[in-house]
């Protein structure tokens, strides 16, 4: 099934699609929420490398962005075997030292959300651990044209 355009929370969502395995399931048989964080995080991590802000290049310019915020609503679970699609957006850059991403999870089967979050990103030195100045690098490819000047989402 593909996932029509306007289920998504947002226009031109960038998507990863990855599989629930036995490892991501918990005690009460569904994916556990641990694992829905990892899948935001693969998604942003993909995200950035398609915009050419990969970890490589964070390295070396010596500055990465670190989740500072959650908001997460868990709203359905998945289960063992499901195909689910991992949709972000950068919602908000402030040029300075701040981002916030939007994540949308979107099972496949039956195109029912799983998971609506937002999460909030501060730019840090990588050899210290504190807030630094977006490089401009990060300036101009975390404002992409997936980048959302409205923050409300669709709410079901």
Not at 117 to 137: E, F, H, Q
Request: charged content about 30%; glycine content about 4%.
């Amino acid at each position: 099934m593909t996932i029509p355009a306007d289920a998504w929370d947002f226009p031109n969502p960038f998507i990863i699609e990855v599989s629930a395995e036995e490892s991501d399931i918990d005690s009460y048989n569904h994916v556990n929420n641990s694992v829905y964080v990892r899948w935001f995080d693969e998604c942003a991590r993909d995200h950035s490398k398609a915009v050419g802000v990969d970890t490589d290049a964070a390295k070396e310019l010596g500055n990465g962005m670190a989740v500072r915020e959650s908001n997460i609503q868990y709203l359905r679970s998945a289960y063992l075997g499901d195909k689910v699609q991992v949709a972000n957006w950068i919602v908000e850059n402030d040029g300075r030292l701040r981002a916030r991403r939007h994540f949308q999870l979107i099972r496949v089967s039956d195109g029912a959300t799983l998971v609506r979050a937002d999460l909030d990103y501060v730019c840090i030195n990588i050899a210290t651990g504190r807030p630094s100045r977006m490089p401009k690098r990060f300036q101009e490819k975390y404002c992409d044209e997936r980048t959302i000047t409205q923050t409300d989402p669709v709410t079901e």
